[in-house]
């Protein structure tokens, strides 16, 4: 295990879900490459081969636009996200980028203050350090249950 890597990595993610927790979303753009790809899907559509997804991005500027969407135009129930992270399984790919894959859980907080289980998966993450920073050139959420709350809204 090549440490330095394991500290990029949680330190990316940590910094990652700080930021949607503490709902400064316009920041979320900042940790993915400029050619940076997002995508929500399920693990029942990753075994089957399926690329549809619940939510995709393929460059920061679509990230921008989404989080624009969600500051103006989306209409919403308040809420906020706290995730609880796994360590991260981190792999070198020779190609001067790494690999990483953590699981994670999600407890959503709406404005009521009921709190429950959200989400449960795991990040697939191709992280390259880009200007001396690490950040994603790609992240796939996995989402564990094929079942799919209407309120997902804002970014895993």
Do not use: C
Not at 8 to 28: P, S, T
Not at 31 to 44: H, M, Q
Not at 87 to 109: K, Y
Not at 118 to 136: H, L, M, N, W
């Amino acid at each position: 295990m090549d440490i330095d890597l394991q500290l990029e990595a949680q330190n990316l993610l940590g910094r990652y879900v700080q930021a949607i927790d503490d709902n400064r979303i316009e920041a979320w753009p900042e940790f993915f490459t400029e050619s940076g790809r997002y995508l929500i899907t399920t693990a029942d559509n990753v075994e089957r081969g399926l690329p549809i997804g619940l939510m995709y991005a393929t460059s920061r500027a679509m990230l921008r636009d989404r989080v624009k969407a969600l500051r103006e135009a989306n209409v919403y129930e308040a809420q906020r996200y706290r995730h609880m992270l796994g360590p991260p399984l981190v792999e070198a790919d020779g190609s001067g980028g790494f690999s990483a894959q953590t699981n994670f859980m999600v407890a959503r907080i709406m404005h009521s203050g009921e709190t429950l289980l959200f989400a449960t998966g795991r990040y697939q993450d191709r992280i390259v350090i880009d200007s001396g920073e690490a950040r994603f050139a790609e992240k796939i959420v996995i989402l564990d249950s094929r079942q799919i709350d209407t309120l997902l809204a804002i970014p895993l």
